[in-house]
């Protein structure tokens, strides 16, 4: 089964996320300050905006494919501060 045109550029914006979040210290602290909201001015789903906001790794698998090391470090430790 092929992906649609609105997954695979959404699969692309939530990767393009992660990177700057996982490589800009300022905007991983807006993430950790105000959760979801901190991404609802992105064009994502709230889905992906609950699994960026919540570091689901496993969602992530599913449904944006993979990932770099560094994504999903930036996720694991996400997880760790809601924990």
């Not at 609105?6 to 990177?19: D, F, G």
């Not at 800009?24 to 709230?46: R, Y």
Request: with cysteine; charged share 25%.
């Amino acid at each position: 089964m092929r992906p649609d045109k609105t997954n695979v550029e959404q699969a692309s914006t939530i990767r393009r996320i992660l990177t700057s979040i996982a490589n800009h210290h300022d905007v991983w602290l807006e993430l950790l300050e105000n959760g979801c909201s901190a991404l609802t001015h992105l064009n994502l789903s709230p889905e992906a905006q609950t699994a960026i906001s919540s570091g689901d790794v496993q969602w992530m698998y599913e449904n944006v494919g993979d990932i770099t090391e560094k994504q999903k470090d930036f996720l694991h430790r996400r997880r760790k501060c809601l924990a």
